[in-house]
């Protein structure tokens, strides 16, 4: 089948529906000195959410540094040499999450290429810790694809996580461009493998706003669903930095919510659509109290 033209950025103005507004300075100040030390996904990746998703006291931790081995074209991560795994974060991470008082906690990395099991150890340490320190606290892990890894894979799943997140991040189309150093298939096939384990729930993303169209947006959600995928989160690519992928659109609220209903329709249990919607956003919200149960280690 023949690619699609490529669809070209140009300036835009952003709309009404995805101004942010920032609220809870107080609390974002109460949370700042627990977050010592630590990284949170939430300053790093510049989230719009940022000041809602602090004032309900819930954030998502990134472990392994904040550098990463590779370059992204949408990230506003930078590249570079992160150097070893601290052995001390797993448990400054359940310090903070025990401070926080957090019923449910997102984990997530920079990609780590340079170590040999792609940093799936800490991904496991971290998760056992916040197990031993606040055993109540559910846990979501946001990983890479681990270059396919399949060890690496079952050292995290080993630890039980109860959800397993893997962003697919764009059509396969835009692989290309927007994931330069990933592969579309590696990631179904590593979703579908989480999902086997039978003890997490697996999810999935997509950043929209980078020149898919809807039917290639549909057709992967598709191909999510084939392998296995209960969780879905889609929100509006933004521009992070200078230097960095242009947007081509702005998604209007209701294409989100026609991809909502299609999404259900398609059999996904749950589905998180908006503009501003992030993969950890509500993230507390995507699973239930029964899985949760069950999925705990015995």
């Known amino acids: 089948m023949p690619e699609a033209p490529e669809v070209q950025a140009v300036p835009l103005r952003r709309p009404e529906w995805l101004k942010v507004r920032m609220k809870s300075a107080d609390t974002i100040s109460r949370m700042k000195p627990v977050l010592s030390g630590l990284h949170s996904v939430c300053e790093s990746a510049r989230c719009p959410n940022i000041g809602e998703c ?12 904040d550098v ?16 070893p795994p601290d052995p001390e974060e797993p448990a400054r991470l359940a310090d903070a999450v025990v401070q926080l ?26 998760i056992a810790e916040v197990r031993a320190r606040r055993p109540d606290c559910t846990i979501e892990v946001l990983i890479p694809d681990f270059q396919g890894n399949v060890a ?4 995290v799943m080993q630890a039980r996580p109860e959800v397993l997140n893997h962003n697919i991040e764009t059509v396969p189309r835009l692989y290309r461009r927007v994931r330069p150093k990933a592969i579309y298939r590696q990631s179904l096939e590593l979703l579908q493998r989480a999902g ?34 209960q969780i879905l989160t889609l929100g509006q690519y933004l521009k992070p ?49 029964p899985l949760m149960e069950s999925a705990r280690p015995a």
């Open 241 to 289: 930095r200078e230097h960095r992928l242009d947007i081509v659109r702005y998604v209007h609220p209701d294409e989100f919510a026609e991809l909502k209903r299609i999404a259900y329709a398609k059999g996904f249990e749950h589905c998180e659509s908006g503009p501003l919607v992030r993969s950890s956003y509500h993230a507390e919200g995507h699973i239930s109290r």
């Open 101 to 126: 008082g957090l019923a449910h906690t997102v984990i997530t990395s920079v990609t780590r290429d340079d170590l040999p099991d792609q940093g799936a150890t800490q991904f496991a340490l971290c």
């Open 196 to 229: 086997r384990y039978g003890t997490s729930k697996t999810k999935s993303g997509l950043m929209l706003g980078l020149g898919e169209t809807m039917d290639e947006v549909v057709a992967t959600l598709d191909d999510l669903r084939a392998h296995g995928v």
């Open 68 to 83: 990463c081995t590779r370059k992204c074209t949408f990230c506003a991560v930078p590249q570079g040499d992160a150097g």
């Open 54 to 65: 602090w004032g309900r006291g819930t954030a998502t931790f990134m472990i392994l540094g």
């Open 152 to 155: 690496a894979l079952d050292i």
